[in-house]
């Protein structure tokens, strides 16, 4: 493989990994918003108690991406920063928010307090999934330009305030909502709790269900750039049914409370969806200008940040594997 | 306000917010690994207890600085796109490598927080010790990525465009060297000055508290020695700035006329109308003796360059100022720590001297946002020193000041909120006992 594509690979799989663990993260503020019923308070400690060691790790997947763009890809990065200035401010506003209102809410002096930081955690928990797969909607619309020369207000709202880009924002925030109920099915400890976040699961799939229909019914409509690649070719129709049969088959070992199997394969569903859009956006990077080949620095750059990538994943794997096994035995 | 003006103050309030968590999450580490080990040397229960407080102090911290350092790796494509476009490649390596370090950091935090009960003593102490390895190094490599903007290196310029790009070149450049060594004793020695600070000042209040005790010998056993060694360290930084940018150490110093035998200047606000800096005390040959050790050397002076290549002057003097005075007393209260500590055989814990630790403790914090203020300030008008404007790196994106005012928001928001939970947890918690992690 060359080296270009080995770094989108690299792009890419920290993408997915940041989705599949970071996502769930996320999710897991939707729930505590949408706590309620007799085990309201069982729910949030749940949630609170699976996120708390992990979470500052699985972010840094994210940073992984954005260093892997800028030194690997610099003008995807400089073009992507520019355009969508807008949401991906907005995406870090709910990542501040979000991360300090989860640091500081065991410290705080009261239950008023408390209530009030919850509710910051739990509101700034689904802005940033949804400008996340606002960014990423407008990216595989094909409307983020490679020029980085001024242009009027309108346009900085434009590329992201469409339909498809929003479907998808509202999309993502279903998919780790999905994601964060299943792994909570496992971590219960009480099967009250458990049917619980079943339940939730199960209404979550079935709107990420909806929402991607939709979202893929708007992106023909609106001639997004990543239609050709999602609807045309083998690959294409190999991501899609296994996409569509790891998410059914997560919705029906749910249903089924096969817990363990619903997580794999809601893990499997999250990394597909990722894996598929990079694959359709391929051989481009932000379509229409910068595909992989042209956006990516040179040769020396490539190799040495490949090498770096290799000797850092050498260390990190292992210790991730620790922190797991140590907080997510079950 | 300009959009270039709102976002250079973005990214100043942003910068010196993230560096007070960021040194918080490298120099807090080691103070608790220090207590975690004399607790399993000596199992006193103080340490243990200290070991806790410290880490839950370190979790709140950690947590602001690991969001904040977040919002800059976006800031640098949000607000200087131009700037990445370029150099995105050359500074990609240390950023990388920065990136695994902050994992590793992220990990073991994670393990030594939550896993009093769930690892083995040893492991939970061997994680602490991971953090603190990680926490520095990653300090380092987000350092040598500054220094690469103020001693570009590891490239050829063709056309306005880099080419033969060397990473390990761009990271191992000039300043690399000087500015890590500054910036990582800077971390330690405003952070052990501020715990010791406080703890001192509840010492004031209850002088036998054997826990207090315990943390402000092991806060003070810290600052010391940093103190001590930031003036070498700071005089061989100046000499690297003196040899690489004449024109910020003109600027540092309120030097107007190149000149050898060039006087040293306390005080002085320098004014870039008259060029000249009044109300200085000037002590003769000492800026061309401290710049290259040599008290009839030349030192070039602001007015060899056109105005529009010279830095902010009154800024960076007055800071740079604010930097030598803070360290200077850090420096002296330390020479008077060790002094005493070798005459009463421990830490001192005499008042007069616990009042003046107190007196201390936001000195260290107050020179390293004065420090970055230099080097940074001090570069401009460059965004890479002398081949990239930060005007020519500004996004095209229109309404800057928007994203300032928020920016500006939520900080302070976000400070006041991190400050008084940490308040309390000091003060309010401080005679109960917890025995366990959150």
New interface residues.
């Given amino acids: 493989m060359p080296l270009d594509y080995l770094a989108a690979a690299a792009l890419f799989g920290s993408l997915v990994i940041y989705a599949v663990t970071g996502g769930a993260d996320f999710g897991g503020g939707v729930w505590d918003l949408l706590a309620s019923g007799p085990r309201a308070k069982a729910q949030r400690g749940l949630i609170a108690r699976a996120i708390?060691?992990?979470w500052?790790?699985n972010?840094?997947w994210?940073?992984?991406a954005?260093?892997?763009l800028?030194?690997?890809f610099?003008?995807a990065?400089?073009?992507?920063?520019?355009a969508l200035?807008v949401p991906?401010?907005l995406l870090?506003?709910g990542?501040?928010?979000?991360?300090?209102a989860?640091?500081?809410r065991?410290?705080?002096?009261g239950p008023d307090f408390e209530r009030r930081i919850d509710r910051v955690f739990a509101v700034s928990s689904l802005v940033s999934p949804v400008m996340l797969g606002v960014v990423v909607g407008a990216i595989a619309s094909g409307n983020v330009s490679a020029s980085?020369?001024?242009?009027p207000?309108r346009a900085?709202f434009d590329v992201w305030l469409a339909p498809f880009p929003l479907a998808l924002g509202a999309f993502t925030l279903c998919l780790f909502a999905f994601l964060a109920a299943v792994y909570l099915t496992v971590e219960a400890e009480d099967a009250a709790l458990r049917d619980d976040f079943r339940t939730r699961g199960l209404a979550a799939g079935l709107a990420c269900a909806a929402l991607s229909w939709l979202s893929l019914w708007l992106a023909s409509r609106e001639g997004a750039h990543v239609v050709a690649g999602l609807t045309s070719g083998l690959r294409a129709y190999f991501f899609h049914a296994s996409t569509a049969g790891a998410a059914v088959g997560a919705l029906a070992a749910l249903h089924a409370r096969r817990w363990r199997l619903a997580r794999a394969l809601a893990a499997a569903q999250v990394a597909l969806v990722v894996g598929g859009w990079a694959l359709a956006q391929a051989p481009y990077l932000v379509p229409p200008e910068l595909t992989i080949t042209s956006a990516a620095?040179?040769r020396?750059?490539l190799l040495?940040?490949l090498g770096?990538?290799g000797?850092?994943?050498a260390?990190?794997v292992p210790?991730?594997v620790?922190?797991f096994r140590?907080?997510k035995r079950r | 306000m300009s959009d270039l003006t709102a976002a250079r103050t973005q990214m100043a309030v942003s910068l010196g917010f993230h560096i007070v968590f960021a040194v918080a999450g490298m120099a807090m580490p080691l103070l608790m690994v220090i207590a975690e080990s004399l607790w399993l040397r000596t199992r006193r229960p103080a340490y243990l207890e200290l070991a806790k407080r410290w880490a839950?102090g370190t979790?709140?911290l950690?947590?602001?600085g690991?969001?904040?350092?977040?919002?800059l790796?976006?800031e640098?494509?949000?607000l200087w796109?131009?700037f990445?476009?370029?150099?995105?490649?050359?500074?990609?390596?240390p950023?990388?490598?920065?990136?695994?370090a902050?994992?590793?950091e992220?990990?073991?935090?994670?393990?030594y927080?939550?896993?009093w009960e769930?690892?083995p003593p040893r492991a939970h102490w061997l994680a602490g010790s991971?953090v603190l390895a990680s926490g520095t190094l990653s300090g380092l490599f987000v350092v040598t990525a500054n220094a690469w903007m103020n001693a570009p290196a590891g490239f050829t310029l063709v056309d306005g465009k880099f080419?033969?790009?060397?990473?390990?070149a761009a990271m191992l450049n000039e300043a690399s060297g000087p500015q890590c060594v500054h910036m990582i004793i800077a971390s330690f020695l405003s952070v052990g000055a501020i715990v010791a600070a406080i703890h001192a000042a509840i010492l004031l209040k209850k002088p036998k508290d054997e826990f207090h005790r315990a943390a402000y010998g092991i806060a003070l056993a810290v600052t010391i020695p940093m103190a001590l060694l930031q003036p070498l360290v700071g005089d061989w930084a100046a000499r690297s700035v003196a040899r690489r940018q004449p024109l910020k150490l003109a600027a540092m110093e309120g030097q107007w006329e190149t000149e050898r035998g060039a006087p040293l200047r306390l005080f002085g606000l320098p004014d870039a109308e008259t060029e000249t800096t009044p109300w200085a005390l000037e002590i003769p040959k000492a800026l061309s003796f401290l710049a290259t050790h040599d008290f009839n050397a030349e030192v070039v002076g602001l007015k060899s360059a056109p105005r529009a290549d010279r830095p902010p002057v009154a800024i960076v003097h007055v800071a740079f100022q604010i930097m030598i005075f803070c360290g200077t007393a850090l420096a002296l209260t330390a020479l008077l720590g060790l002094a005493l500590w070798w005459k009463d055989r421990g830490p001192p814990l005499r008042r007069p001297y616990l009042k003046l630790v107190a007196f201390c403790g936001p000195l260290g914090l107050v020179a390293l946002e004065a420090g970055w203020t230099v080097t940074e300030v001090g570069r401009q008008p460059w965004i890479i020193y002398r081949i990239m404007r930060t005007s020519e790196a500004l996004?095209?994106?229109?309404?800057l000041a928007v994203?300032l005012a928020?920016t500006v928001m939520?900080y302070l928001l976000?400070g006041f909120?991190?400050a008084y939970?940490l308040w309390?947890?000091v003060f309010?918690t401080a005679g109960r006992s917890r025995t366990h992690a959150?």
């Fill in positions: 708390a060691p992990i500052e790790a972010h840094v994210l940073i992984l954005v260093v892997i800028f030194s690997a610099p003008p990065f400089a073009a992507i920063c520019t200035h991906l401010g870090l506003l990542i501040v928010l979000r991360g300090s989860f640091a500081f065991s410290y705080g002096p980085l020369d001024s242009r207000l900085y620095a040179p020396s750059v040495a940040m770096a990538l000797a850092g994943l260390l990190v210790a991730f620790y922190l140590v907080f | 839950k979790s709140i950690f947590a602001v690991a969001v904040s350092g977040t919002v790796s976006f640098l494509g949000l796109p131009k990445m476009a370029h150099a995105g490649a050359v500074i990609g390596m950023f990388s490598l920065e990136g695994f902050f994992f590793l992220a990990i073991f935090l994670g393990i927080l939550y896993g769930k690892v991971a080419t033969d790009i060397r990473p390990i996004t095209s994106m229109p309404g994203p928020v939520v976000l909120t991190a939970l309390r947890l309010e959150p």
